[in-house]
């Protein structure tokens, strides 16, 4: 097959590799469409020790059936899914009690790391475990179903914040995680909702996402905005995509007393806390990884229609053009949010 490896870093090339062979209970997909993450530019870095090389990577990806290893029963070749870019044993306690984002044996597509490697989907097929795939509705793309990764790790984080039906919320930054979780409080019927990012193109991102306002990253900014829609309280709810000293300010600047942050990102290794003003402000801390089961509810809102997907699928490209848009994507082309990858 065709796919593109990461042979050292920040040298992409797309060669010739033998076919994946799908183990028992994995079926082998043909990959239509797989999106750059933003954790995929930074292993092409060689940031984080997450992307030995050599390396297929990618993990949000959309395809169709091509054959079922053994033991695999409820699929056929040429059924369209996704899959969850967590690969896990479904037997462990974390996977017995709904928490299979923190298996004990987890792997994640695309990554290579001192404990494990597992090939991804920048490639023409890619074995993965049967019971992590999803079945795509008719109207949904492939193109928007390989979103349905990024976007459920945004409807993660706002099903962890509990109800947030007539709510005010409030999520910071406005990159790919930033912007799904916009779109999933949105879907979730929240009342006010706003946005704080740095740079005026994600702001307008932002608003075309939903959001009735955005405004700059900086604590003062993000607190007006709340204060200014909750008679002075602050959000409800504050999602933070960011992960930052900088983001966490932001956050408990911006939340009403009592109120719940929901920290994604994870950019800083560790940050300082308030904590005696978090403590005498009641404030609820809850921290969210990855996703857990939320792809049906997201295939949903895709196929009715309810989540405005196209700021994420202006640049759809060939895999040939795979290392060219990781260049693109390192230099922040502005307007440039998300590439989608054909094999
Ligand atoms: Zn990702
Ligand atoms: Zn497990």
Same mark, same amino acid.
């Given at each position: 097959m065709k796919a593109l490896v +990461?042979? !050292? %870093?920040g040298r992409l090339e797309v060669v010739r590799c033998p076919d994946p062979a799908p183990g028992p209970g994995e079926v082998l997909v043909r990959v239509r469409a797989c999106a750059i993450c933003g954790s995929d530019v930074h292993g092409w870095r060689g !940031? &984080? &020790?997450?992307? +030995?090389? %050599?390396l297929i990577m990618g993990h949000e990806a959309s395809g169709e059936i091509v054959t079922l290893g053994p033991d695999v029963a409820g699929w056929k070749a040429g059924d369209r899914v996704t899959f969850d870019s967590t690969q896990y044993c479904g037997k462990c306690w974390q996977c017995a009690h709904g928490l299979h984002n923190l298996c004990a044996h987890r792997q994640i597509l695309g990554v290579a790391c001192r404990e494990y490697r597992r090939e991804g989907a920048m490639a023409e097929l890619v074995a993965v475990q049967a019971h992590t795939l999803y079945r795509l509705p008719d109207k949904v793309s492939f193109a928007q179903a390989c979103l349905t990764e990024p976007f459920a790790v945004g409807m993660h984080a706002v099903r962890l914040a509990g109800e947030l039906r007539g709510k005010t919320v409030a999520v910071i930054g406005a990159g790919t995680i930033g912007l799904m979780t916009l779109l999933a409080a949105k879907s979730q019927g929240c009342g006010h909702l706003l946005c704080a990012a740095h740079h005026a193109d994600r702001q307008a991102l932002a608003r075309e996402a939903g959001a009735e306002a955005s405004v700059e990253g900086t604590p003062k900014a993000l607190a007006d905005a709340a204060r200014a829609c909750t008679e002075g309280r602050g959000a409800d709810v504050v999602l933070d995509s960011v992960g930052s000293q900088g983001s966490l300010d932001t956050a408990l600047a911006a939340v009403r007393d009592g109120g719940t942050v929901v920290v994604i &990102?994870?950019?800083?290794?560790h940050t300082a806390l308030p904590l005696q003003d978090c403590v005498v402000r009641q404030i609820r801390l809850q921290f969210s990884y990855s996703s857990e089961g939320e792809y049906p509810i997201c295939l949903k809102a895709i196929a009715d229609g309810k989540v405005n997907l196209t700021p994420f699928l202006r640049a759809i490209l060939p895999l040939e053009q795979g290392a060219d848009a990781f260049r693109r994507l390192t230099d922040r082309e %502005? &307007? +440039?949010l998300k590439v989608i990858l054909q094999p």
């Open positions: +990461l042979q !050292e %870093p !940031e &984080g &020790g997450r992307r +030995l090389t %050599p &990102g994870n950019s800083a290794v %502005p &307007g +440039l």
